[in-house]
């Protein structure tokens, strides 16, 4: 696991916002196709989970952004 997490931070610092935006949009599409397998039934377990996984994902992201655009140069 250790390897696969070197692996991920070495693309990210050779990527650049481009590529990182590249790849958000393919998760994104992977996200939409897998959301459309799951049953009727199932989707508002599924719409709750992903919104959780959304907000503690987006508010650390956010904190990093807001910090970055209030250095001092």
């Given amino acids: 696991m250790k390897k ?3 692996y991920a931070d070495r693309y990210i610092e050779k990527s650049t916002w481009k590529e990182v935006a590249m790849l958000k949009f393919c998760l994104f599409s992977l ?3 897998a959301g459309m397998q799951i049953p009727k039934k199932d989707k508002k377990e599924a719409g709750i989970l992903a919104f959780l996984v959304f907000v503690l994902t987006y508010i650390p992201l956010m904190k990093k952004l807001v910090e970055i655009v209030a250095e001092k140069d």
């Fill in 31 to 33: 996200g939409i196709l």
């Fill in 4 to 6: 696969l997490f070197y």
